[in-house]
Structures are given as structure tokens and as C-alpha cells.
């Protein structure tokens, strides 16, 4: 199975700036899509963010678009999710997802394989 390990999560203040990393195992990483998902408590996990294998297409949930940006790092098998502007809302546990597939999805369950989660915390 794939492996994926999360990084970066903290506490910000409002209008703050966070990079999550996500490092994954596997030879075959280019060739799968990798997304970004968020659980805040008693909500539902919700998708954030995905990339493409090349990293030529993204795709943005509304609540995030123009705040967050999504890259990868083939040679380096790392995602990032890049969030500026963050707000309070944006307080939830963030989980990197893995898909083996080339096509863009926003569903949880269409995703493989999980890290762990990272705390991402945005005072008022």
C-alpha cells in the first residue's frame, strides 16, 4: 500500500499562511491523483483540493479557491497544499488522499489510500 505522511499543520492567526506537506511512498506516485480533503468537528469530511499526475490540472473546492494552490513534486513523491488567507472556518483536521487513477474526483471514498491527518488550527 501506499504510504503518505503529513506535515506543516499548526495554529495561525487569521489571515495567516500555512504549507502542508505530504510525503508518499511508492514508485508509481506520478501516475496517481493526489488530493487534499478537510474534517472540521461534527462536519462531514470534505474535499479541499486535487492535482493531476503532471500537475497540469487542479481542481478547488469554492470555499478555498484563490486562497489555497495545490503543486507536487514528482522526483520529491510530495504534495503541498499552499493556504493563504486563512480563516477560522478553515480550522479542521486535513488529510492527504491518494487516487490510482488520472482522473480528477472530489469524493472521499474515491480515493485509495490516507495519511494521518495534520491539525490545522486559525484564530479569530
Known amino acids: 500500500q501506499v504510504q503518505l505522511v503529513e506535515s506543516g499543520g499548526g495554529l495561525v492567526q487569521a489571515g495567516g499562511s500555512l504549507r502542508l506537506s505530504c510525503a508518499a511512498s511508492?514508485?508509481?506516485?506520478?501516475?496517481?491523483?493526489m488530493g487534499w480533503f478537510r474534517q472540521a468537528p461534527g462536519k462531514e469530511r470534505e474535499f479541499v483540493a486535487a492535482i493531476s499526475w503532471s500537475g497540469g490540472s487542479t481542481y478547488y473546492a469554492d470555499s478555498v479557491k484563490g486562497r489555497f494552490t495545490i503543486s507536487r513534486d514528482n522526483a520529491k513523491n510530495t504534495v503541498y497544499l499552499q493556504m493563504n488567507s486563512l480563516k477560522p472556518e478553515d480550522t479542521a483536521v486535513h488529510y492527504c488522499?491518494?487516487?490510482?487513477?488520472?482522473?480528477?474526483?472530489?469524493?472521499?471514498?474515491?480515493?485509495?489510500?490516507w495519511g494521518q491527518g495534520t491539525q490545522v488550527t486559525v484564530s479569530s
Open positions: 511508492g514508485r508509481t506516485f506520478s501516475r496517481y491523483v
Open positions: 488522499a491518494a487516487r490510482n487513477g488520472r482522473t480528477i474526483v472530489t469524493g472521499p471514498r474515491e480515493y485509495d489510500y
